[in-house]
């Protein structure tokens, strides 16, 4: 098997404990990254005055990572500048959030200069190389420029914008060409992909081929679809195991007969959080027999807080749950848990596997795993429902779902009382299906698709431990 350099923004190695904590995507990484005897490289979350660009090599359950620091001025411009301020909320379609400072490109490009010089001696010959997310979408044609003809693969995590949206980026042109350094670009949807070949085509005259490949200036590249899989199989275990059954059963006693809407997510205004709520009031104002006989839970940890858009919908949430909390609560009863912080993977299993109703409602989101994750963690003789946004890359692979429009405060309400209602045949068909598309679409299979597309000459599989 050859070497693989994985490349993201951030690196999360595995840790040496039971995988029950640990994200998927760690896991599926760390495998191939340990088969391959790879390397993590990416930014440490750390500062350093003056950038070194000294390589803090580990090596952890088998996986060596290898980290730098940033500067102060690289983090503000790069990480909660260009990254976090402008390319993320335009991608998530929100070009009146997104800020565009040529101080951030600036800072952007810095870091994926700096990034690609750190990089280029640890890269030998033969080796492949996969480059994760919008933070890094330059990093290719930096190794590029520096001689470096390796196959280097692109994954993007988020969604494409449509190309209206995305030329109002004012360095969108360049920012596009650099993508043509990769020999692999993928994206989690049929969506994501058609926005971006309706941008080549039409703002670079780029020929589009039927076997997938994109030319443009004598540079090829293959554009794939490739949606990301949980390891469905491992968190339907993780849902029974003992944390997680003391979870479940918790969860139940605190929920004293009544029944549990659930809802997990970064605290992002892509996540349609605001919308939930309003959805949520809808159903208790409307159908007034379900008052007392249900409650959201919302779980949802700050994220980014040093980025002003995320203070003010911090805000708003508050604002909500206290809204609805104050007209509807009664002495006995809270209609929304609101609660400001994570929790392990084990613990998010049980309280999974408690609710009736899982709420995932994204204005917009790349994929959402989070959906995937509800749907694994369910007992199969007694499911709960998930209630899915349109707008997350998951619905495309998730029609069993009971799929909304989180803009409708209506649609949200009328979802969750046929969600509540629904009969048992119902929601174990439903979960069947969508749990077997788990299954047959995880993880390890994501991986597969997206290595054999990088190194088409490859026959080797890569198992999870
Ligand atoms: P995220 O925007 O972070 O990821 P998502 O895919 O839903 O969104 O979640 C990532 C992980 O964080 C999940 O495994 C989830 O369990 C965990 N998580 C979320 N809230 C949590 C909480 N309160 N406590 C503990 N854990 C929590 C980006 C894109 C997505 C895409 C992923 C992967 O925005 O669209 O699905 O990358 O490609």
Redesign the pocket.
Known sequence: MKRLIVVSNRVSPPSEEESGNQ???TLALSAVLRESNGIWFGWSGGETETYTGNINFQKSAGVTTATVDLEPQDIHEYYDGFANRTLWPLFHYRVSLAEFERGFVDGYERVNTRFAETLLPLITEDDLVWVHDYHLIPLGQRLRERGVDNRIGFFL??PWPPMRLMVSLPNHQELVESLFAYDVVGF?TEDWLDSFLDYVRAQMDAEIRDDGTVVWRGRTLRAVVCP?GIDARAYAETAQGETARTMCRQMQASADGRGMIVG???L?Y?KGLQERFLGYERLLATRTELQEQVFLLQ???PSRESVQTYQEIRASLDALSGRINGEFASVEWVPVRYVN?????DV?AGIYRAAKVGLVTPLR??????AK?FVAAQDPEDPGVLVLSHF??AAAQMPEAVLINPYSPEEIADALAHALTMPLAERQARWRALMDGLLEEDVTWWLGQFMAALDPGTTETVELA
């Open positions: 994200g998927g995507l995590h988020i989690h990301i997990v997510d970064r992002d892509s779980i949802a940890p912080k994570g929790y392990p993977r998010l989101d790349g994929m959402n795993l989070v994750e997350a890359g």
